[in-house]
């Protein structure tokens, strides 16, 4: 592998990563970025299929004998009203590219453009997968479903890290993400006048100590040293001062690093509001929410892409990362089906000791580390067929 990528390539991926930024379009609506794709996947004679909607999986086969790996980027945008100065802020009331999808779908872009006039140094076969709805309902399985992982050895994917330094690649061996799982729980009593609460079944202070209930499943049923967040986002009960709510509703997450953690979670959320429920005269239902499960970075895979960066022309530096993230990523999917790496690309802003974070109106990142991924992508295309 000779040379950079070309200086017309990269501006190619601001321009495509603002156009996508100004047009967010959330899961499997994703029709004007995919069309996008499409159209510079074509002009560079990069094979292309629609999948799932409104993904596309790409493929680009070398003309020497090597393994294949796939690289993955979501398009999808989240319902969150943008406030963050850019002067390409979301044109989309209500909606937003608050996780730097639109950042990940640029960087792959380009770096299959860029691979695409270089197929006579390929090895082996590289497959881009441009996949919707990461931020729900979940566009990976669909994807893998349509047969997207057949014959993979590999996969790999950039994601944009707000408190790494810009360009700064980050690697983690083992457990990268979190598994999520949500649920909804409803306790029903009886109403009533609240200057009368002996006549009724308050559900609110039930409410108040099933929640406190639910935090001690973290800090007494789970081992300290294996991670585990119970997060309750939401209560709604009640109907006004002076009346004693019948019904109320709480909806929360766990979030679980290891896999046999997160089997036992369901039993004692029902276990729990059960118990506190029946002491006071009420009901609960529990209803679990089944989500993506935990990433784990395959370390072998791991340390091969650590290699590779670092010596990257292109890639100013590469840590590793001794912590994994309570966040979720249904990349984790892919990585049941073969050896995978979640690769983190820093793009703080310069001189921005709090930056806002993934998911916050306020989001940005700093473009200067968009040829990063694109130096990145198109490496591991070139060294890792041949290196499986």
Same mark, same amino acid.
């Given at each position: 592998?000779?040379?950079?990528?070309?200086?017309?390539?990269?501006?190619?991926?601001?321009?495509?990563?603002?156009?996508?930024?100004?047009?967010?379009?959330?899961?499997?609506?994703?029709?004007?970025?995919?069309?996008?794709?499409?159209?510079?996947?074509?002009?560079?004679?990069?094979?292309?299929?629609?999948?799932? &909607?409104?993904?596309?999986?790409?493929?680009?086969?070398?003309?020497?004998?090597? &393994?294949?790996?796939?690289?993955?980027?979501?398009?999808?945008?989240?319902?969150?009203?943008?406030?963050?100065?850019?002067?390409?802020?979301?044109?989309?009331?209500? &909606?937003?590219?608050?996780?730097?999808?639109?950042?990940?779908?640029?960087?792959?872009?380009?770096?299959?453009?860029?691979?695409?006039?270089?197929?006579?140094?390929?090895?082996?076969?590289? &497959?881009?997968?441009?996949?919707?709805?990461?931020?729900?309902?979940?566009?990976?399985?669909?994807?893998?479903?349509?047969?997207?992982?057949?014959?993979?050895?590999?996969?790999?994917?950039?994601?944009?890290?707000?408190?790494?330094?810009?360009?700064?690649?980050?690697?983690?061996?083992?457990?990268?993400?979190?598994?999520?799982?949500?649920?909804?729980?409803?306790?029903?009593?009886?109403?009533?006048?609240?200057?009368?609460?002996?006549?009724?079944?308050?559900?609110?202070?039930?409410?108040?100590?099933?929640?406190?209930?639910?935090?001690?499943?973290?800090?007494?049923?789970?081992?300290?040293?294996?991670?585990?967040?119970?997060?309750?986002?939401?209560?709604?009960?009640?109907?006004?001062?002076?009346?004693?709510?019948?019904?109320?509703?709480?909806?929360?997450?766990?979030?679980?690093?290891?896999?046999?953690?997160?089997?036992?979670?369901?039993?004692?959320?029902?276990?729990?509001?059960?118990?506190?429920?029946?002491?006071?005269?009420?009901?609960?239902?529990?209803?679990?929410?089944?989500?993506?499960?935990?990433?784990?970075?395959?370390?072998?895979?791991?340390?091969?892409?650590?290699?590779?960066?670092?010596?990257?022309?292109?890639?100013?530096?590469?840590?590793?990362?001794?912590?994994?993230?309570?966040?979720?990523?249904?990349?984790?999917?892919?990585?049941?089906?073969? $050896?995978?790496?979640?690769?983190?690309?820093?793009?703080?802003?310069?001189?921005?000791?709090?930056?806002?974070?993934?998911?916050?109106?306020?989001?940005?990142?700093?473009?200067?580390?968009?040829?990063?991924?694109?130096?990145?992508?198109?490496?591991?295309?070139?060294?890792? $067929?041949?290196?499986?």
């Amino acid at each position: 592998m000779n040379g950079a990528v070309p200086a017309d390539i990269l501006s190619d991926v601001v321009r495509w990563r603002r156009a996508i930024h100004r047009h967010p379009e959330l899961g499997f609506e994703e029709e004007r970025t995919a069309a996008l794709i499409e159209a510079e996947l074509a002009r560079a004679g990069v094979e292309a299929v629609r999948v799932a &909607k409104t993904g596309i999986i790409a493929t680009l086969r070398g003309e020497w004998p090597g &393994k294949t790996i796939a690289l993955r980027a979501d398009m999808d945008a989240l319902p969150i009203q943008e406030r963050s100065g850019e002067t390409f802020e979301s044109e989309v009331p209500g &909606k937003m590219h608050a996780c730097g999808h639109d950042g990940h779908s640029a960087m792959l872009l380009g770096a299959a453009v860029a691979l695409a006039r270089e197929r006579a140094a390929l090895r082996g076969t590289v &497959k881009f997968f441009f996949q919707p709805a990461e931020e729900g309902p979940g566009g990976a399985l669909p994807l893998i479903e349509a047969g997207a992982m057949r014959g993979v050895d590999a996969v790999a994917m950039i994601h944009v890290w707000p408190t790494l330094p810009a360009g700064t690649i980050g690697i983690r061996r083992g457990p990268a993400m979190a598994s999520c799982d949500d649920f909804d729980i409803e306790i029903r009593g009886r109403g009533g006048h609240g200057g009368y609460p002996h006549t009724a079944v308050d559900t609110i202070p039930i409410a108040a100590e099933l929640v406190g209930a639910l935090q001690r499943i973290a800090s007494r049923e789970i081992d300290p040293l294996d991670s585990i967040v119970v997060a309750i986002g939401r209560i709604d009960g009640g109907y006004r001062r002076n009346v004693i709510a019948d019904t109320t509703r709480i909806a929360g997450t766990v979030r679980c690093l290891n896999e046999k953690v997160r089997e036992g979670v369901p039993e004692r959320i029902e276990r729990i509001t059960r118990g506190v429920c029946e002491a006071h005269r009420a009901t609960g239902t529990v209803t679990i929410l089944h989500g993506y499960p935990s990433v784990h970075n395959d370390p072998a895979l791991a340390d091969r892409i650590a290699a590779i960066a670092r010596s990257t022309d292109g890639v100013p530096a590469v840590v590793d990362l001794d912590r994994p993230t309570m966040g979720a990523e249904d990349f984790s999917y892919y990585t049941q089906e073969a $050896p995978g790496c979640m690769i983190r690309l820093g793009v703080a802003q310069p001189g921005e000791a709090n930056p806002p974070m993934l998911h916050s109106a306020e989001f940005r990142l700093d473009e200067s580390a968009l040829p990063v991924g694109v130096h990145l992508f198109r490496a591991l295309a070139h060294r890792l $067929p041949a290196d499986l």
